[in-house]
């Protein structure tokens, strides 16, 4: 009994790879910091979220509510390692490494700042784990394919 125990507990972890594990854990990270700067400091958002032209601000919850969904897709297609999903998240994930220079630049006053200075940073620090998940995700591809571990 002991080894049919040992080997289902095996199947359940081995699942999700990884690679997988590596990006499921950043969406989870980025959405609980969403909901944590949304009700922490909600003037970034209604900042953030405030439309060309001094139209009317996108309510910081249906934000949120369309975030959430989104993040939601892209978290079933990495659990059903769907190949567009493997290369949406790549792509941005490698692009995040803009935010480096962009925060340098917010920085130094030489861009307008999207926020706070702490705000600043934390997005370079997310461009730097970003950036990091995606030299993995491409790691993992040379290795074995879409998806692959790394």
């Not at 969406?27 to 909600?42: K, N, Q, R, S, T």
Request: avoid cysteine.
């Amino acid at each position: 009994m002991g080894r049919v125990h040992i080997r289902i507990m095996r199947l359940e972890h081995s699942t999700l790879n990884r690679t997988q594990r590596l990006v499921m854990s950043f969406f989870a990270f980025a959405w609980a910091a969403l909901v944590v700067i949304l009700f922490a400091a909600p003037g970034i958002y209604e900042q953030s979220l405030r439309l060309p032209g001094g139209k009317h601000e996108v309510p910081p919850l249906y934000f949120l509510g369309a975030i959430s969904a989104f993040i939601a897709l892209l978290g079933v297609g990495v659990t059903r390692r769907w190949r567009w999903t493997f290369w949406l998240v790549l792509v941005a994930f490698i692009l995040g490494v803009v935010r480096l220079p962009a925060s340098a630049l917010q920085l130094i006053g030489v861009v307008p700042a999207q926020g706070p200075a702490w705000y600043v940073l934390f997005q370079a620090f997310l461009g730097v784990v970003q950036f990091s998940i995606g030299l993995a995700m491409l790691a993992g591809y040379r290795r074995e394919g879409v998806w692959g571990s790394v």
